[in-house]
């Protein structure tokens, strides 16, 4: 089972439309998370810290549950300059490493 | 902001041959890391430093190698590089701090080896 698991899409949405991506990890010591968003060639960039009680950073909404070791990532309102990868990253037991997961690949459509 | 600077956004070069990939940062960061992203594989920890002089083997450390004689400057080395090398190639740091910080990515160096 891999560390930390994304479905890999493509997600493909029209403008405006919310959309959701799950993530799940197995490390249940990790306790630091983010997205991180890749666009196509170009290095993963921050996108938002997901903090226990969750948090929201405009159109963007993460949510933790440790219980259930998911995260997720919620997007209101798509735009065309949302297409991109969005990577989910948690911390390992020990260190300051992270373990990224494989990406959603979400395509905002016209 | 930081600024994560990798030397080469391409380069090319032939089997056996010494490679290296330089990295610097201006942000005072005490972690850094290399990292490669294929196709299917995602991001892979190669190598990662916590201080000047300091290295600790990432996931797949086999063929490569690190120096970080400066706190900024952070090198990967491919001691004899062979085809199955050619990859993105990401440079990071981040803080060290409690908690785990995010990382930051240079630009990418995308290493083709013929």
């Known amino acids: 089972r891999k560390e930390v698991e994304q479905d890999p899409g493509p997600f493909n949405v029209p403008e405006g439309a919310t959309v959701a991506f799950n993530c799940t990890y197995s490390?249940?010591?990790?306790?630091?998370f983010f997205w991180y968003r890749q666009d196509c060639r170009k290095e993963p960039k921050l996108l938002m810290s997901v903090y226990s009680s969750g948090n929201e950073d405009g159109r963007f909404t993460a949510q933790l549950n440790r219980a259930s070791q998911y995260i997720s990532l919620l997007i209101r309102d798509s735009k065309l300059s949302d297409s991109a990868t969005y990577l989910c990253?948690?911390?390992?037991?020990?260190?300051?490493?992270?373990?990224f997961g494989g990406g959603t690949r979400l395509m905002v459509k016209p | 902001d930081v600024k994560v600077t990798q030397s080469s956004r391409y380069l090319v070069k032939r089997t056996g041959e010494k490679v290296f990939l330089e990295c610097v940062q201006d942000m005072d960061h005490e972690n850094m890391f290399w990292y490669r992203q294929d196709p299917g594989l995602g991001l892979r920890l190669i190598y990662f430093s916590y201080d000047v002089k300091m290295k600790e083997k990432g996931d797949i450390p086999e063929g490569y190698s690190v120096s970080r004689e400066k706190k900024e400057r952070f090198s990967l080395i491919l001691e004899s590089a062979s085809t199955n090398q050619t990859s993105m190639y990401l440079c990071?740091?981040?803080?060290?701090?409690?908690?785990?910080?995010?990382?930051?990515f240079g630009d990418g160096t995308r290493l083709s080896i013929l």
């Open positions: 990071a740091s981040s803080l060290s701090r409690q908690g785990v910080r995010p990382q930051h």
């Open positions: 490390n249940s010591a990790s306790q630091s």
């Open positions: 990253v948690v911390s390992r037991s020990a260190g300051n490493m992270l373990t």
